[in-house]
C-alpha cells in the first residue's frame, strides 16, 4: 500500500527553523517526485515546490522559491520542507504530495495521487 | 506563471442534482496536465480526475471531466450528500514544471 506519513505539528516561534518530513512507503521512493503545497487557515491550496528524490534536483514556485528549503534523503525515502527563519505568516497546514504520471498514445499526464495527512505548523510568540 | 481562476466560488445544491465546475487558465494548458481535486475539512485533498476527463481509481462514474485550452469543466451528474466539499482545479507543466491550483469552488447543501 502507497502511503506517504508526514510527522506530527509543530509549534514555534518567529524566527526559529524548523524541517517537516514526509516518509513514503509502498512504492519505489525515486521514481516520483515529491511535492509540497500549502495551506493557510481557511484558504485554498498553493504549491510550492518539488524534489526528484532519485537526484535531488528541486524546483520552487515563484512564490516560495528563497523561504524555504525543499530535500530529501533516498536511503529512507524520505523528504523534508524546511525554514530557517519562521514568520507568523507560515502559520498553515503542509502536505507533501507524490506526483504520478500515466503515459499512452496522447503523451505524458501528470498529478498528484498520494498525499500525506498533513503538517500543522503554527508559528506565534 | 499560469494562473486558474474557478466559478463559481461558492454553488448552493440539494442532492440529486447537478453540479457544473468551472476551470478558466490565463493561458492555454495542455489536457494532459489537467486535474481536479476533493478536499473535505480536515482532510487531505483525494484526486478525482487527471488528463482533464480520465477518473482515478475508485472514482465513481458520476464525477466526469471535459475541457481542452483555457476552459476545462468538472460535472457531477447526481449529487450524493457526500460530494458536499471544495473542488480544485491544477495544473501541472513540464516544461518548466510548475504547477498551480485554482481557488476552489466550494459544493454546500442548500
Known amino acids: 500500500e502507497v502511503q506517504l506519513v508526514q510527522s506530527g505539528a509543530e509549534v514555534k516561534k518567529p524566527g526559529e527553523s524548523l524541517t517537516i518530513s514526509c516518509k513514503g512507503s509502498?512504492?519505489?521512493?525515486?521514481?516520483?517526485?515529491i511535492n509540497w503545497v500549502r495551506q493557510m487557515p481557511g484558504k485554498g491550496l498553493e504549491w510550492m515546490g518539488r524534489?526528484?528524490?532519485?537526484?535531488?534536483?528541486?524546483n520552487y514556485s515563484p512564490s516560495f522559491q528563497g523561504h524555504v528549503t525543499i530535500s530529501a534523503d533516498k536511503s529512507i525515502s524520505t523528504a523534508y520542507l524546511q525554514w530557517s527563519s519562521l514568520k507568523a505568516s507560515d502559520t498553515a497546514m503542509y502536505y507533501c504530495?507524490?506526483?504520478?504520471?500515466?503515459?499512452?498514445?496522447?503523451?505524458?499526464?501528470?498529478?498528484?495521487?498520494?498525499w500525506g495527512q498533513g503538517t500543522l505548523v503554527t508559528v506565534s510568540s | 506563471e499560469i494562473v486558474l481562476t474557478q466559478s463559481p466560488g461558492a454553488l448552493s445544491l440539494s442532492p440529486g442534482e447537478r453540479a457544473t465546475l468551472s476551470c478558466r487558465a490565463s493561458?492555454?494548458?495542455?489536457?494532459?496536465?489537467l486535474a481536479w481535486y476533493q478536499q473535505k475539512p480536515g482532510q487531505a485533498p483525494r484526486l478525482l480526475i487527471y488528463?482533464?476527463?480520465s477518473r482515478a481509481t475508485g472514482i465513481p462514474d458520476r464525477f466526469s471531466g471535459s475541457g481542452s485550452g483555457t476552459d476545462f469543466t468538472l460535472t457531477i451528474s447526481r449529487l450524493e450528500p457526500e460530494d458536499f466539499a471544495v473542488y480544485y482545479c491544477?495544473?501541472?507543466?513540464?516544461?518548466?514544471?510548475?504547477?498551480?491550483f485554482g481557488q476552489g469552488t466550494k459544493l454546500e447543501i442548500k
Open positions: 504530495a507524490r506526483r504520478s504520471f500515466y503515459y499512452d498514445s496522447s503523451g505524458f499526464r501528470y498529478y498528484f495521487d498520494y
Open positions: 509502498g512504492y519505489s521512493f525515486t521514481t516520483y517526485w
Open positions: 524534489i526528484d528524490p532519485s537526484d535531488s534536483y528541486t
Open positions: 493561458q492555454s494548458v495542455s489536457s494532459s496536465y
Open positions: 488528463g482533464a476527463s
Open positions: 491544477q495544473q501541472y507543466s513540464n516544461s518548466p514544471p510548475l504547477c498551480s
